[in-house]
């Protein structure tokens, strides 16, 4: 399958300039599509970090940036990102998706790999894909310096040049008993302990560096901290720590002493969860990417929100464990008991008494949770599913939001959400369901903080935290939008589905523990599937469609674990486990096709 030709709207980190297949032949080439709010995209960012130094002078990647919101696509949002997850390749916008629809991509993150004569020859969706695609590579240069069509040297990236300044791409905060405002310089990888006027700098938890070393505040070292949750001072006193970080990118919690300044780790090994035991001593388990964290006395414990796998957990740092309280990792808008709700990256927590707030960006969604009796319930207040989003205010089952990524509680029975995408403050009153927008204009507000009697806003694309003007709030119409990802078109009845995946060379599927692979299948509305849903370990079977409903969503969640072959000689071989989530938007016809196959990692299909 020949490689289609690389064209968007913008380039970035080449000066400017837009790069050809054909200047790049003779190199590896790995495109990588991702969006920019999407959590498995940001791991992927993690992943290709080794394989771009190990193989610098003959793979040259590209990010495909194919947007789902239409923040995304814009400009200066896509300029911000790549600097704040400092991704240092060329970056292509592809706000059209044209790139994604010409090579067939039907999930983010998506690689694909094209070989030094320009020829597609490895596709992977999802992530975990470091080792498979290290083994790719690796052989794509063996081959092509035997055939003499390898060239080595020259890199396109072009850095931009980095401005200065007290904080860089900030992200949540809270305030202290004595006043002190902590804040997440989530960019600089550090926590910054301002005065109580939320401007004057008192010291820094963290060197700047990016890693995972505990120790005094100027030696440790985070990876994109964002949210920060203080203790109840009798546990405080008990444990030794006033503060627990969410170390987003570094997958742990850190317990900040804020008389000392020694950060410790309390809970996650600094290796992101797949599979596994989700449960257990807190610096035994793995976690994916905590977010935000939030104490709250129902749960007994710090909920933290686990964007990674749309769950969330509880960690008690009295017994130093952890353990999932909601969720099933599959991604998607599902309201009732705990322990079968759906959440999608949930990124924002804030407690209002005995109930735990949340705000899951890829839904775009307010929710809440309550106790019930013996368990707990989830609600939606605000948001539809994976694909509708927008800015609009009124009855909150009308109201839009667009990512949002923080909140606050209010006075007067309110919730403040900072509606990221929107750029604005969005104001939802509890006992009359209705929104406004509060403050508009704003540059990704993903932080809010009720400080000394004002709202305070941390603006991350803005670098800076500062209060919100007083206003008032103001009633917005804006349109509904939905993602613009074209519908697979499938006839009622029987579908054969499957999820390919082919081991990367020198490995095979490791069955010596039971079932290799596991596939779980959902679908919104659930009416939508009639039969063949919930898990399985074959990655292959039949689901029947509904004839009555048009149009909905599969939800597809699948996973396979791999080892180094035996024949390697290896008596310990090393394991990895890969796995992908879909959210694959169908529309029923009678002239529908009868098969639906999604690539987890394997060689392209030129069918699309």
């Known amino acids: 399958m020949r490689a289609p030709e690389l064209r968007g709207d913008v380039w970035l980190n080449t000066g400017g300039r837009p790069i050809t297949l054909a200047e790049l032949r003779g190199r590896v080439v790995l495109l990588d599509f991702w969006t920019s709010g999407c959590i498995n995209c940001l791991h992927v960012l993690d992943e290709l970090r080794p394989l771009e130094a190990e193989f610098a002078d003959v793979l040259v990647t590209i990010g495909v940036h194919s947007p789902k919101f239409l923040h995304e696509g814009e400009r200066a949002s896509i300029e911000a990102a790549v600097r704040r997850y400092e991704v240092h390749h060329p970056v292509v916008n592809d706000p059209k998706m044209e790139l994604w629809s010409q090579y067939a991509v039907r999930a983010w993150p998506t690689l694909a790999v094209v070989d030094p004569e320009g020829y597609v020859v490895h596709v992977a969706a999802g992530e975990g894909h470091e080792e498979a695609l290290r083994r790719v590579i690796a052989d794509l240069v063996t081959k092509h310096e035997a055939k003499g069509t390898l060239r080595r040297g020259g890199s396109p990236y072009v850095p931009v040049e980095e401005q200065p300044g007290e904080l860089r791409f900030p992200s949540k905060a809270v305030a202290t008993a004595e006043g002190r405002v902590l804040v997440a310089d989530t960019g600089h990888h550090a926590i910054v302990e301002f005065a109580s006027d939320g401007e004057t700098v008192i010291r820094r938890f963290g060197s700047g560096a990016r890693g995972g070393q505990d120790g005094p505040f100027d030696i440790a070292t985070f990876t994109e901290p964002s949210g920060i949750a203080l203790l109840p001072y ?11 970080v969410a170390d987003t990118a570094g997958h742990r919690l850190r317990g900040l002493d804020l008389i000392t300044g020694e950060v410790t780790t309390v809970a996650g090994t600094g290796a992101q969860w797949r599979s596994g035991p989700d449960a257990g001593k807190g610096t035994e388990v793995d976690l994916t990417s905590p977010w935000d964290v939030a104490w709250w006395g129902p749960a007994g414990g710090v909920v933290v929100a686990m964007a990674g796998n749309h769950t969330l957990s509880v960690f008690d740092p009295v017994g130093g464990t952890i353990r999932r309280f909601a969720g099933t990792t599959v991604e998607g808008l599902r309201d009732g008991d705990v322990g079968e709700a759906f959440f999608a990256q ?18 775009s969604a307010l929710r809440w949770i309550e106790p019930d009796g013996e368990s707990f319930t989830v609600h939606t207040a605000i948001g539809v599913d994976l694909f509708s989003f927008g800015h609009t205010d009124g009855p909150a089952d009308q109201a839009l939001l667009q990512h949002p990524l923080g909140l606050a509680v209010l006075p007067g029975d309110k919730i403040a959400i900072a509606d990221t995408y929107n750029g604005a403050v969005r104001r939802f009153d509890i006992f009359t369901r209705t929104v406004t927008t509060i403050a508009d204009g704003l540059a990704e507000p993903q932080g809010l903080l009720a400080h000394d009697g004002e709202l305070l806003v941390v603006e991350s694309a803005g670098n800076r935290i500062g209060p919100l003007p007083t206003t008032e709030p103001t009633v917005v119409t804006g349109d509904a939008h939905a993602v613009r990802r074209p519908p697979t078109v499938l006839a009622p009845g029987e579908i054969d589905f499957s999820v390919v995946f082919t081991a990367p060379p020198g490995e095979k599927l490791d069955d010596r523990f039971g079932p290799s692979t596991r596939l779980e299948i959902s679908a919104s509305p659930p009416s939508l599937l009639v039969d063949g849903g919930g898990t399985g370990t074959d990655l292959t079977r039949k689901i029947r469609l509904a004839p009555g409903v048009t ?24 394991c990895r486990i890969t796995r992908q989530d879909w959210g694959v938007p169908v529309r029923i016809e009678s002239d529908g096709v009868r098969e639906l196959n999604l690539v987890m990692a394997g060689e392209p299909r030129t069918d699309g």
């Open 346 to 363: 949930t990124s924002g927590l804030a407690v209002d008494g005995d109930k735990l707030w949340l705000v899951d960006a890829e839904t």
């Open 551 to 574: 149009e909905g969503v599969l939800q597809v969640v699948a996973q396979a674990a791999s080892c180094d072959s035996a024949d390697g000689g290896s008596e310990h071989p090393a």
């Open 234 to 244: 009798d546990i405080a006193e008990r444990v030794g720590y006033h503060a627990v």
